[in-house]
């Protein structure tokens, strides 16, 4: 082990006549993490702050955040920037992004990064003075990846439990614990906001919540050519995340092979009557305001898009917290906002410019630009009727609920079962009429089968959700008197017919497929 440096910073208090507490700073210290350092800035063995940092404390008077400033590698002081903690006793949260006025702490759906290391790594504290010694909340992956002449620019890890989203803290001084409280997800991205070259080998650092992480973890690098390497825990094996800990996972040459169209499904799928046919994106389109990727080839603006990790996988109800100033993921949009997604106003005449989603670099799907498009209801319309009934069903993967589609070649994977729309069972009014676990999911992915969860919708700031309520998918199509078409479905009714339309204001899934001929 190598021994890490903690530092203190300077004290000052003052205090207004009537003893009314105004401006506090703190004495801080830092935990080391593991045998290197891994707060903000990687710098040989030394743990240190750097300028602008930001802790948010929380006391009597309430809240405040304190910024590091003539940081040395010894001493810095924080200074009140905004707000008041007051007196003690005190809880304090770095970074204070990561600080919930309900005393929780958030990990980020993105952790943006330069050049892959570790930043934002949260750590927390209590105390009944002004001296701050914080700890560690989370264990890092160190990967260390061998691939010469390969440019990366997102890490996704995926779980068996929530990484992102907001923990409760529990500490009593000793080493902090975290308990998933809600809000999260089980994927979490590393986003880099320069692409990083690989020339023999080089490290990339993700926080995560201390954790067992059985068979089924996955990693998935995305390069900036829209190549993607996926690797996966085995059955027998494990990654054990432990709080302050880094695990190094070295990735060799050998071992990493990128495979071309990442976010791509497998099954074909014609939509019209030239026999042009289409592939599905991996997942509905999803979108932060955190991350960049300038440098990227084909950007046109901050924030991050991405498919969803599974075809599953959808937000919900935190939909509604839509803003430019949101941190998490949002999918459900209005119609044509790919040049602005937080667009929520119910103005509709700011939705009339019509531009595709899929005109973005997609992170988890870079192919090349413009390779990605919303359907037109002309061809959902055809697409339908080319499959008719037996090529589409209702049903429930693992409990959610959402329309099946099968490609135009398909083979019932062994093990499997498949009832299509428009027999007798398919009208009871419920999801029930596939249903599939994860596992058999995932033979009916690898076939082709192509899932679209049943995700409400949003007006302005509010969601809409309930078993009765449309599965809502934009088409590419503008009708008249200021309506959009779009793809409509419940678990006892279908439209085909192109007649389903909505104001553009609304908030719908989108689902971004890519010509194959």
Not at 29 to 40: I, P
Not at 131 to 159: M, R
Not at 390 to 407: C, D, F, R
């Amino acid at each position: 082990m190598v021994a890490i440096s903690s530092l203190m910073a300077l004290l000052t208090i003052s205090c207004q006549k009537d003893k009314t507490e105004t401006t506090t700073t703190f004495t801080a210290t830092l935990e080391g993490c593991s045998d290197e350092n891994g707060k903000t800035t990687m710098a040989g063995t030394t743990m240190y702050w750097v300028s602008g940092d930001q802790i948010k404390a929380f006391g009597t008077m309430g809240s405040g955040v304190y910024a590091a400033s003539n940081v040395t590698t010894g001493r810095t002081s924080f200074n009140l920037v905004s707000g008041n903690a007051g007196g003690g006793p005190f809880h304090a949260v770095y970074p204070a992004s990561a600080a919930n006025d309900d005393g929780t702490v958030e990990l980020p759906v993105v952790q943006v990064t330069e050049d892959g290391s570790l930043t934002g790594f949260p750590m927390y504290t209590e105390s009944n003075s002004t001296n701050l010694d914080f700890k560690n909340l989370c264990g890092v992956l160190k990967l260390q990846l061998q691939k010469s002449g390969v440019s990366v620019t997102a890490i996704e890890v995926t779980g068996d439990i929530e990484v992102t989203g907001d923990f409760t803290v529990n500490y009593n001084g000793g080493d902090p614990t975290l308990s998933y409280s809600g809000h999260g997800t089980k994927t979490v991205m590393m986003t880099c906001s320069t692409p990083q070259s690989i020339a023999s080998q080089k490290d990339f650092y993700i926080y995560l919540p201390p954790h067992v992480y059985d068979a089924g973890m996955r990693i998935r690098i995305y390069s900036s050519d829209g190549r993607v390497c996926t690797k996966t825990v085995t059955a027998g094996h494990s990654v054990s995340v432990q709080r302050g800990v880094i695990v190094p996972i070295s990735l060799g040459e050998n071992s990493l092979s990128f495979a071309p169209n990442a976010g791509t499904l497998p099954g074909y799928f014609t939509i019209d009557e030239q026999g042009h046919r289409v592939r599905f994106s991996q997942g509905n389109l999803q979108y932060t305001i955190l991350g960049t990727h300038a440098g990227v080839s084909g950007s046109n603006m901050p924030g991050t898009w991405r498919f969803a990790p599974e075809q599953y996988e959808h937000i919900g109800e935190e939909n509604a917290n839509i803003s430019d100033t949101y941190p998490k993921w949002i999918d459900l949009f209005g119609w044509g906002t790919g040049a602005n997604p937080t667009l929520h106003s119910s103005d509709e005449t700011e939705y009339f410019n019509f531009v595709d989603w899929g005109t973005n670099v997609i992170s988890n799907g870079i192919v090349q630009d413009g390779e990605w498009r919303t359907l037109s209801i002309t061809e959902w319309i055809f697409f339908f009727s080319y499959r008719r009934q037996n090529k589409y069903g209702t049903g429930n993967i693992n409990g959610v609920a959402g329309l099946i589609l099968l490609p135009d070649d398909w083979t019932l994977p062994d093990g499997c079962t498949f009832n299509a729309y428009g027999s007798s069972a398919s009208l009871e009014g419920d999801w029930t009429h596939n249903s599939y676990t994860l596992e058999q999911w995932a033979r009916m992915e690898a076939a082709g089968a192509v899932f679209l969860p049943h995700t409400g919708k949003r007006y302005n700031i509010y969601y809409g959700y309930s078993p009765d309520d449309f599965g809502n998918y934009w088409s590419s199509t503008l009708q008249p008197n200021n309506f959009a078409s779009f793809l409509a479905f419940t678990s006892a009714a279908f439209d085909i017919s192109g007649s389903s339309r909505g104001r553009c204001y609304l908030g719908k899934s989108v689902r971004l497929v890519q010509d194959v001929d």
